[in-house]
């Protein structure tokens, strides 16, 4: 049963991978636009740190932009979650590689931003199953999420 949970959840994954590189090809496809009237399209898209997983998932991505769009020049550069999103704001690169929560928070201009970015876009969901962690320092006392809740324990 466990394993069948896990192969569906990598499908699924898998899919959700698929359909938004499809449809990012698919809006540099538009007619009258970018390739489909001679222009050559030039992207770079913000991961993580280098080495690290966003990092990879980001080449991932590149190189599936890099075959469905073969004239398109791709690059990818190292990033971070929360200056990535600034970056696509002000328009110093095309795509980053952001987690769903900064990205909610950029837009809605809650902390850390100072104020709304009400023109980044989600593309594509990679890690459905993103997970926060908290981390808290032991002379709260704190043990458990209940404990957090009950104390309004800001974090």
């Known amino acids: 049963m466990k394993k069948r949970l896990e192969k569906r959840r990598s499908v699924c ?48 991505v590149a190189e599936s932009i890099r ?15 929360g200056p990535n999103q600034v970056m696509v704001s002000k ?5 980053a590689v952001t987690n769903e929560g900064t990205s909610y928070a950029a837009v809605n201009g809650l902390d850390p931003y100072k104020s709304k970015l009400p023109n980044i876009r ?10 926060f962690q908290f981390f808290i320092d032991e002379k ?4 458990s999420f209940q404990e957090i809740k009950d104390r309004k324990f800001p974090l």
């Open 13 to 60: 994954c898998s899919a959700v991978l698929v359909l938004g590189i499809l449809m990012l090809a698919g809006l540099f496809l538009v007619p009258g636009q970018g390739l489909a009237a001679g222009k050559a399209y030039k992207i770079t898209i913000l991961g993580g740190s280098a080495g690290g997983v966003w990092s990879v998932m980001t080449e991932g």
């Open 91 to 95: 328009k110093e690169v095309e795509i």
């Open 122 to 131: 989600t593309l594509a969901v990679l890690n459905p199953t993103s997970p």
């Open 140 to 143: 709260t006392g704190m043990k």
């Open 67 to 81: 075959r469905a769009l073969p004239d398109a020049r791709i690059t990818t550069e190292p990033g971070k979650d």
